[in-house]
């Protein structure tokens, strides 16, 4: 039986513990308190708005002096609440040490977030609540509180043209002529290096295909900067490399060729204008700006003279990110005999070859991507194109694969399967534009990215495009779609320079537009858009945008005008005026409501 001092003993321990549970408890709640009262908690910005498919927040937070204390923590949760009550969780400030600073001698921190945004999303609330919590793990909470109603969609209006395209089906029944191909190099350099965009894996392909070749005459030349013509003999020494890279690999690789059965002729270009002039022309620069580069490359002075001219122009940075790289070439042409068959018989091994019902190389890559061509099934273009790449891995039917993957994509409505399909897709036009680098082929590559959500690859392969040069109208896609990424992305500055090459298709001039409009500069956005609608009256997405700007100007007749406009040009926007929280303080407005009706 149990003492009464043991008994008492108990009972004092008991007490001791409740009061400590008490007191512990007490501490959370009033840790709790004083931070609700005393935080202050900042947005930006103050009203969400979406780039590409992410929300960007950036949130700061200040506690009361003296809120910290020792084996306690205190956080905030950032979190988004939609309107069907489904959080989703964006970030959290831990006020841990060496997480913060002091200002004004109060603990301070700043962070940056984002989540993904999907149509649900439109009307909620990003929320922000405090917790405190003990080294036991026991928590309280402060109120939550609200720091940026719904999500502007505004950006989502941009325009894209994305136009990638098939390698046209050119296959005949004859002998084709000479074929070319442009070797680049580093700047300054005459080292042959397979890699991005060389053009080298290319040369190599077509010399192991074993065509019977007659003759191959090599062009060497240089880029106009100073490191370029200042190297000895540089355009030489790129001839004369490639010469023996390809002497190496009719040696010890070729069974159809010898060496001294082909004759070879190398020449070299030095200081000569001819192929700049032509890159210059065949540039997205302003007419103006071609120009005053004509007036001194055809005008006095020496060819040193000449570039140093150069470089006081406004376009000289262009020259220097697209023209010049792809001066430094090797251009290598072929004249060769090629291995001639029959349209039926090309169409009839194709389908054995695909049955595993005939050897894989009875026919040769191109008359696989001719085969390709005999049917409008997509499902069959890519058995085929498939078969030709296992076998040869040319660019041609890796660019028309990955076009068969894209094709299908735009027609899947399940998103996982469409990525899945966009990333064969690029996978196979990545291939085919380091083995055949021309302003088309990145110009695929870069959409399929796009369209993917990959703006760091689609970027690049953008600008890449740019650099190797093209026909205009491709160029000025190019520059239209990248301007269209860098406005999805909030790279604003950026879509300015981008649109001052895109040219003067409708994607190009709503950009403009919607361009002033995110920098906020609505006068001259409603500028664009009356400019924009003289040549599209009917143009649905010029007139909502229309309409916001008479939002945020506070023009009520603007926005009845043009959002009734838009609407009647396409119904289903009246559903996206409801929801749009640009129309917010006028929901409830008879400006709005006759702007809805019919």
């Known amino acids: 039986m149990p003492s009464v001092f043991s008994t008492a003993r108990t009972c004092h321990f008991i007490a001791i513990l409740c009061l400590f549970l008490l007191s512990t408890g007490c501490t959370l709640s009033r840790m709790a308190r004083k931070a609700e009262r005393g935080q202050k908690i900042t947005v930006q910005p103050q009203v969400l708005i979406v780039r590409g498919d992410q929300v960007p927040v950036e949130v700061g937070a200040q506690l009361p002096r003296d809120l910290l204390r020792k084996d306690y923590r205190y956080g905030i949760r950032i979190y988004y609440k939609a309107d069907k009550g489904v959080e989703e969780h964006v970030g959290s400030l831990g006020f841990d040490f060496g997480n913060y600073l002091y200002e004004d001698g109060k603990p301070t921190m700043q962070s940056s977030f984002s989540f993904p945004y999907t149509p649900s999303k439109i009307t909620g609330n990003l929320m922000a ?6 080294a036991k793990g026991r928590k309280k909470y402060t109120k939550a509180k609200v720091l940026a109603p719904g999500i502007l969609t505004t950006p989502h209006l941009i325009q894209t043209i994305h136009a990638p395209a098939y390698v046209p089906e050119v296959f005949k029944n004859e002998a ?5 191909f442009p070797i680049f190099f580093d ?8 890699g991005y965009g060389t053009n080298l894996q290319l040369l190599e392909e077509f010399i192991k295909s074993n065509q019977k070749t007659r003759k191959i005459s090599i062009l060497a030349t240089h880029s106009p900067d100073a490191t370029e013509t200042n ?3 540089l355009a030489a020494r790129r001839a004369q490399a490639v010469e023996r890279f390809i002497k190496q690999k009719i040696e010890t690789e070729v069974y159809n060729n010898t060496v001294s059965d082909i004759k070879f002729n190398l020449k070299t270009i030095q200081k000569n204008w001819d192929a700049f002039l032509g890159r210059v022309q065949n540039s997205a620069l302003p007419e103006d700006q071609v ?20 470089q006081e122009l406004p376009a000289y940075e262009y020259l220097e990110m697209y023209v010049y790289p792809v001066l430094r070439y090797t251009k290598v ?3 060769y005999v090629p291995n001639l068959r029959r349209d039926y018989e090309i169409y009839l091994l194709s389908k054995k070859i695909v049955e595993n ?4 190389d009875a026919l040769n890559a191109e008359e696989m991507q001719y085969a390709a061509s005999l049917t409008p099934l997509l499902a069959e273009k890519r058995k085929i194109y498939e078969s030709a790449v296992e076998t040869y891995m040319n660019w041609q039917s890796l660019n028309n694969l990955g076009m068969v993957f894209y094709e299908q994509a735009q027609k899947e409505l399940k998103p996982k399967v469409k990525s899945a399909l966009l990333a064969s897709a690029a996978l196979n036009l990545k291939y085919a534009a380091h083995r055949k680098p021309t302003a088309q082929q990145f110009y695929n590559l ?18 890449y495009a740019v650099r190797i040069g093209g026909p205009l109208p491709i160029l000025q896609q190019v520059f239209t779609d990248k301007a269209a990424l860098e406005l999805s992305v909030g790279q604003y500055d950026d879509a300015a320079g981008s649109l001052a090459y895109a040219g003067p298709s409708y994607a190009a001039q709503f950009n403009r537009m919607l361009l002033y409009f995110l920098k906020e500069n609505y006068e001259g956005a409603a500028g664009f858009g009356e400019k924009l609608l003289q040549e599209f009256p009917e143009d649905a997405n010029t007139h909502y945008l229309m309409a916001v700007i008479g939002a945020r100007t506070q023009k009520e007749p603007l926005l009845t005008e043009h959002l009734k406009l838009a609407i009647k040009a396409k119904p289903t926007l009246a559903a996206k005026a409801i929801d749009d929280l640009e129309f917010k303080n006028y929901h409830k407005s008879e400006a709005f409501a006759n702007a809805l009706k019919p």
């Open 129 to 134: 609540q405090g917790v405190v919590s003990d």
């Open 176 to 180: 084709p002529g000479p074929i070319s």
């Open 187 to 194: 700047q300054g350099l005459a080292t042959l290096r397979h």
């Open 231 to 233: 190297a000895r003999n």
């Open 291 to 310: 120009q005053q580069i004509l007036d001194i490359v055809n005008g006095q002075g020496s060819f040193e003279e000449k570039e140093k001219q150069l």
């Open 333 to 335: 042409t072929v004249d």
């Open 357 to 360: 019902r005939a050897n894989a």
């Open 446 to 463: 870069a959409v399929a990215h796009h369209q993917r959500g990959d703006a760091l690859e689609a970027l690049q392969a953008y600008d």
